[in-house]
């Protein structure tokens, strides 16, 4: 197996400014943890930019499933002479996806692209699609009441903005005052308060209040209808997400960006290889309640230079344990060994101790 991708942390200062704008998602993001908000902004010379996102296989689905959604609905708005062809359409947005990617050095494009799941795309896309066609008629025939809506609202990715604050959303379909967002994952509470938002964004856009807010489960074809709120309600929405963006801009200006670790939150934080506080949360060495953890040497590691690499023994909240790493990072490192952060190690208990090997998905940062 090759040796995982291993990057050297270069210095870098945090200074984030204010963004242009606040989407929900990034409200929430930087509610959760302000420092995880400021490092996915600040440039790193180990990546020559920004830390890149290290996307698995369902994220990319993901992905691909809302381009295909929105090629389809821009061909149903101008349709060609050709009929839509999902599974080709697919294969070009794998294709494009792919090559797009292929400078990210935390993943391997073409075989993430390679392990995509066409066929469940397509299936989710399939039920989907329905919904987008069946909008697409009632804004046609206009059996739906309404016809002064905003037409600039209408259609899939559309911009929701608040003339009145940086606020704004983009939900993914927008039909005659329907509002209509698709979810390739689990349902979450928190998507109902993200239509809902985007409801208020629509008022404050359009002058009125949407008719339907749904959410579409494209695995498992399930329709979720949110209650509109009431014209003052989502008066209110607006006005506390204003007050909460607000809030926010102070923390940036003020440099205010604390980082909160939380095990669950932390472990798909795709910048925790910089995050000092979670290192140091790491107190007895290694982070992770299942057989794949962080591991960092503790002060007591000792680390034996071999033909093939490096090996690190250490203790482990009491427990022995042994990491091979292979020639390529043991030159990165030298001699430090204190200076190792490895993500995504499986950790073997076996009667000498614990035994650290890398994974797929492993990553070394030398600080
Ligand atoms: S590792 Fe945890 S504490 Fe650090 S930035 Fe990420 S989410 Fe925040």
Same mark, same amino acid.
């Given at each position: ?110 075989? &993430? ?46 911009? &929701? ?95 205010? &960006? ?66 091979? &790493? ?42």
């Amino acid at each position: 197996m090759p040796g995982p991708p291993t990057f050297v942390i270069g210095e870098f200062a945090i200074r984030p400014e204010a963004p242009a704008s606040w989407s929900f998602s990034a409200l929430r993001g930087f509610e959760e943890c302000p420092m995880r908000w400021a490092l996915s902004r600040t440039a790193n010379p180990c990546f020559g930019g920004l830390v890149p996102q290290k996307p698995n296989r369902g994220g990319v689905e993901g992905t691909l499933l809302h381009e295909l959604i929105e090629r389809y609905e821009r061909y149903t708005r101008n349709p060609g002479a050709e009929s839509f062809r999902p599974r080709r359409t697919l294969l070009e947005l794998v294709a494009a996806w792919a090559k797009s990617n292929e400078a990210n050095p935390r993943i391997d494009s073409k075989a &993430l692209a390679g392990q995509v799941r066409l066929e469940e795309i397509l299936r989710a896309f399939g039920e989907a699609s329905s919904h987008v066609k069946g909008a697409e008629r009632q804004s046609n025939t206009g059996t739906r009441s309404g016809g002064n809506r905003s037409a600039v609202l209408n259609g899939s990715e559309s911009w &929701l903005r608040d003339p009145k604050s940086k606020l704004c959303g983009r939900a993914d379909f927008i039909s005659m005052g329907e509002i209509v967002d698709f979810k390739s994952g689990e349902q979450n509470d928190y998507h109902a308060d993200q239509i809902v938002f985007y409801g208020a964004l629509y008022l404050a856009a359009a002058g009125e209040a949407p008719t339907v807010l749904r959410l579409i489960y494209t695995g498992t074809n399930e329709a979720r209808e949110v209650p509109v709120p009431t014209l003052n309600e989502l008066e209110s929405v607006l006005e506390e997400m204003r007050r909460r963006a607000a809030v926010a801009d102070q923390q940036v200006t003020d440099g205010e &960006l604390p980082a909160r670790p939380e095990q669950t939150k932390c472990a798909y934080c795709h910048v925790r290889g910089f995050c000092e506080k979670y290192w140091e949360s790491l107190s007895s060495g290694s982070h992770g309640d299942g057989p794949v953890v962080d591991y960092a040497p503790t002060t007591a590691a000792v680390m034996d230079s071999a033909a093939l690499g490096i090996y690190v023994r250490d203790n482990v909240a009491g427990v022995a344990s042994l990491l091979h &790493l292979p020639q390529e990072i043991a030159e990165k490192v030298g001699g430090g060994v204190g200076r190792i952060r490895c993500l995504a190690l499986r950790a073997t208990t076996g009667p000498t101790g614990v035994r650290f090997t890398l994974t797929h998905g492993s990553e070394v940062y030398v600080c």
